[in-house]
């Protein structure tokens, strides 16, 4: 049972251009949502986060958009730079007191210069 | 660098065998969260301990246990190994005022890569 699904296993974007990232989520108690990018051999490092209260938020060139009625969320990165390359990770929490993240596959993200 | 650390970086055993992984959060933080990463499974969370006490439990074998001490570090302790114990645990760590908000971020250390021959 994947609650939160990364349909696209890869994605290949030209320097300069805008990467969107996508990510949508079966469980109706997620209330905050989150992007991870991670290289090999290193943990997931956090880029930004989203509330369920809320449609969009930006920080510099990564902006996350949530769509709950389609339970849907984006993340775009605009521009896209070669050092975005990357996997990233779409993860969600909420219900009760239990915080765990539930991780979506990840997307591999490459930006060819 | 997120502030989390783990040891050892990397970890070679054989099957049989026990090992501990160790933790510690990112200064002030009171929730351990640890995670395994498979090949074929992506991110799975194991366990959560909060302030010493253990919070919500996720895909955790039997074989597998956690705690976290007084200092607020955490070790996971995996024993009986398997080869498909192989993958890489990850240690989180998050603020978790106690109920102000329950939308936290987890900051994830560098991970532990297990091969278990």
């Known amino acids: 049972d994947q609650q939160v699904k990364q349909n696209s296993p890869s994605l290949s974007v030209q320097e300069g251009r805008i990467s969107i990232l996508n990510c949508d989520y079966t469980n109706s108690m997620f209330d905050y949502f989150l992007w991870y990018k991670k290289y090999p051999a290193e943990g997931p490092t956090f880029l930004i986060s989203i509330s369920s209260i809320k449609d969009k938020n930006e920080d510099g060139r990564f902006t996350v958009f949530l769509n709950k009625s389609a339970k849907h969320l984006s993340l775009h990165i605009v521009p896209s730079q070669p050092g975005d390359s990357a996997v990233y990770f779409c993860a969600a929490s909420g219900g009760g007191s239990n915080y765990k993240l539930t991780f979506g596959k990840g997307t591999l993200l490459t930006v060819n210069p | 660098d997120s502030g989390v650390t783990q040891t050892p970086k990397h970890l070679i055993t054989a099957t049989g065998q026990r090992v501990t992984l160790r933790c510690s959060p990112r200064s002030g933080d009171l929730s351990v969260y640890w995670y395994q990463q498979s090949l074929d499974q992506g991110l799975q969370f194991l366990i959560q301990?909060?302030?010493?006490?253990?919070?919500a439990k996720g895909n955790i074998l039997e074989r597998f246990s956690a705690q976290q001490f007084p200092d607020l570090h955490s070790e996971l302790n995996l024993s009986s190994l398997e080869l498909g114990d192989s993958a890489l645990y990850f240690c989180?760590?998050?603020?978790?005022?106690?109920?102000?908000?329950?939308?936290?971020?987890?900051?994830f250390g560098p991970g532990t890569r297990l091969l278990v021959l």
């Open positions: 989180a760590s998050s603020v978790d005022p106690g109920g102000r908000t329950r939308q936290e971020t987890q900051y």
């Open positions: 301990y909060y302030n010493g006490e253990e919070r």
